[in-house]
Structure formats: structure tokens, C-alpha cells
């Protein structure tokens, strides 16, 4: 048993003093050391033919897998360990917490960039670090590219060209999941573009997070495809093509999915918010699946209707959306399917995220008293919450 002597002669080790933010910087100053190490032996492996016998197609590819690190990481570690001769002063302010590994990087990328250009002036280390000791490593990137346009205008052209030459945009499909991925390399001007598109529409929805950006790309696509906006041979207009039996599109127990072109298979509910606002072609198939009759498109809500629609609701009616009537599909509140009408007070404007939220969110929008209208969230719910309001 301690006297009281003995607790008030007790000291509290330093480590256990410190304030969160204050470990966590000393914990940035040891990590500095483990990647300027980790950089050295990087540069080491790649200068020799080691990654041959593993069958690998790159030192930088090799890193990558068995290092488990993305293609850029490996990269960038490697960028900095060939450099380290270069660049003595970034090295140690590193390695006292000054500078950080992303500063060393860009530090290393752009010394390799001035040497390759043959009009560029001698790469100044003292005069750029300064610049890195006063800059958030995103900040110093952004001095850094101002250098080298000023240093090589004529290679940072040629650069923006090979960017826009090579930019890609990939799209595959989970065959399990049916989930759709989208991966893409875009140049400068054209990122800012697609941001510049996005962005608004996202904040219009709330928090600017990943998901509201995928809400305004898919927003951005229905735009143009309700509107014609998507450029197409001859003189039909675009139109996403969706097969389905009449079985489905009612919910019917045991009823197959529908066929989405240019995609997996998709659920009822799918179909019959899809089915609220379209052009309908009954295609009839015999028992071998032979087509026998194809009648006439016929628009659920007709133009007329879609017009007076436009004019009374004006944008999405889902209380706080103000997106235009442009961005909306006619909603029916009580579905064509299930014997809802046409007529004007069946109908609602809904942007394509509200409308989803009723149909495959199970959401509930009603017309009240006077016309306001009033949404219910689902009542029940298993696993995750169901998303909310917006």
C-alpha cells in the first residue's frame, strides 16, 4: 500500500501528459522516419532486376502487391528514395517533423521534372523547401506546378496534351452484386469541369460527401437523357430500354427481374418507378419467345399533361427540393399500374433521388389539404437505416 508520501512523489510518465494532438504529432515524426527508410530501400529495389524473378511486370508493380500500396504510393515512394542525393536539406526537414512525406514527394517530382526540361533554370532545393516549411503539402503542389510552367511552358503544354490524349473512363459490372463501378483519369481542365457540373448540385442536397456526388452524376445523366440531350444517330431520341413482363412490372410473387440494356437484370420496384413517366411498347412473344406483335409507343403522361405538370409544380415537390422541372420525372401517386390515373392531381414532379426514395426506399409522399404535399419515412426497417429525408 503507497503512503500518501509516496503518491504525491509518484510521477506520471511524459507519454501520458500529452494532449491527443500532441502524440499524434510525435507519432507524424516517427512515421517520417519509417517512410524516409522505406523510400531509400524502395529506390534500392528498383534499381536492380529483383522483381523479374517474382514474375512481376514492374519494380513499381511489385511494391504494389507484395507491399500491399496502391500504384501512386509505390510511385511516390520510389520518386523520393532516387532523389534523396538531391535533395540533403528536404531529407533532414523531414526527418525532424518540419516537412512531411507528401512535401518530399513533390519536392522529388518536380526536381525530376526541371532536369528533364532543357530550358529550365538549376533546381534551387533551399529556395523551394522554404516555400514547403510555410505550405500545407497542397498548397506547395500548387507552387510547385506554377515553377515548372514558368521554368518549361512549352513541356507543361506538352504535358497537358498527353494528359488529355490518355484520359479514360472505365465502367464494369459486379456480376454478383450487379453493383456499377466507375474508375476514370481525367487532365486538369476537364476534372475542374466535371467538379464544377457536380459540385452545385451535390451542396443543393446537402453535405458535400461521395454519395451526393454520385446522386448529381446520376442527376447530370437523366437530365440529359429526359431532355434529348444525348447525341444519337438518326432521329429517334435516346431512351434507356428496359424489358420487362407484365408480371414484374405489377410485383407479382415469382415474377423474373426485368432486363436493363447495357446492364444487369433489375428489381420490380426499379421497373415501376421507371414506368411512372416513359414511353410504353407492348411487344408480344410467344411460348418460344418469338415476337408476334409490337404495338405503338404510347407516353404514360402525354405532352400536354407533362406541361401542365411542369406549370403547376414547377420543380420537385419533395418538401425543401428546389430541383427545376428539367430534373424531374412525373411521378404517379397512385401508381398506372395499379389503376392510378393520369389526370393532373395523380401526378407529382420528383427529381430522380426523391423518386427513388418513394419507390425503392419505401418512402410515402401524399397530397394534404390545400395541395402541400407530405412525406412518411418507412415504418419498419431491418439491417441499415433507411436513408433519409434529404
Same mark, same amino acid.
Given at each position: ?101 507528401? @512535401? #518530399?514527394? *513533390? ?7 526541371? =532536369? !528533364? ?7 534551387? +532545393? ?112 435516346? @431512351? #434507356?430500354? *428496359? ?7 405489377? =410485383? !407479382? ?7 436493363? +440494356? ?129
Amino acid at each position: 500500500m503507497l503512503a500518501t508520501q509516496d503518491v504525491c512523489d509518484f510521477e506520471v510518465p511524459e507519454e501520458d501528459l500529452r494532449t491527443p494532438g500532441e502524440k499524434l504529432i510525435a507519432d507524424a515524426k516517427a512515421l517520417s522516419f519509417l517512410q524516409l527508410l522505406f523510400a531509400k530501400r524502395a529506390a534500392e529495389f528498383a534499381a536492380t532486376e529483383e522483381y523479374e524473378e517474382w514474375g512481376a511486370t514492374t519494380p513499381i508493380d511489385w511494391i504494389r502487391i507484395h507491399c500491399h500500396l496502391t500504384g501512386p504510393q509505390a510511385a511516390n515512394y520510389v520518386a523520393a528514395g532516387e532523389h534523396f542525393d538531391e535533395l540533403p536539406n528536404t531529407v533532414v526537414a523531414m526527418a525532424e517533423g518540419k516537412v512531411g512525406f507528401g @512535401h #518530399l514527394v *513533390v519536392m522529388a517530382r518536380t526536381s525530376n521534372a526541371l =532536369a !528533364l526540361s532543357p530550358t529550365a533554370k538549376v533546381f534551387d +532545393e533551399q529556395r523551394l523547401l522554404a516555400k514547403a516549411l510555410d505550405n500545407t503539402v497542397g498548397k506547395f503542389h500548387h507552387i510547385c506546378r506554377h515553377l515548372r510552367h514558368a521554368a518549361d511552358p512549352k513541356g507543361y503544354v506538352a504535358n497537358e496534351a498527353d494528359l488529355v490524349e490518355n484520359r479514360s473512363l472505365r465502367i464494369s459490372t459486379d456480376e454478383d452484386s450487379g453493383a456499377v463501378f466507375l474508375s476514370g483519369v481525367f487532365d486538369s481542365e476537364s476534372g475542374a469541369v466535371i467538379r464544377t457540373v457536380l459540385e452545385p448540385l451535390a451542396r443543393r442536397s446537402g453535405a458535400d460527401d461521395e454519395r451526393r456526388m454520385a446522386d448529381a452524376l446520376v442527376d447530370v445523366a437523366w437530365h440529359h437523357l429526359d431532355n434529348g440531350l444525348v447525341p444519337q444517330n438518326g432521329s429517334q431520341r435516346t @431512351h #434507356l430500354q *428496359v424489358t420487362t413482363s407484365l408480371e414484374t412490372l405489377k =410485383a !407479382l410473387d415469382g415474377a423474373p427481374a426485368a432486363e436493363l +440494356e447495357f446492364s444487369l437484370p433489375i428489381s420490380a420496384k426499379a421497373v415501376e418507378r421507371l414506368a411512372c413517366d416513359c414511353s410504353i411498347t407492348r411487344i408480344l412473344l410467344n411460348s418460344d419467345s418469338m415476337v408476334i406483335d409490337v404495338g405503338r409507343a404510347k407516353r404514360v403522361i402525354s405532352g400536354p399533361a407533362r406541361k401542365a405538370l411542369n406549370a403547376r409544380d414547377q420543380h420537385c415537390v419533395w418538401p425543401g427540393c428546389d430541383r427545376p422541372a428539367s430534373w424531374t420525372s412525373g411521378h404517379h401517386l397512385k401508381h398506372w399500374i395499379h389503376g392510378g390515373t393520369t389526370d393532373l392531381p395523380n401526378l407529382a414532379l420528383l427529381c430522380y433521388r426523391h423518386h427513388w426514395m418513394v419507390h425503392e426506399g419505401n418512402w410515402q409522399i401524399l397530397r394534404g389539404d390545400g395541395g402541400r404535399m407530405m412525406t412518411i419515412p418507412p415504418t419498419v426497417t431491418f439491417g441499415p437505416s433507411p436513408r433519409g429525408p434529404d
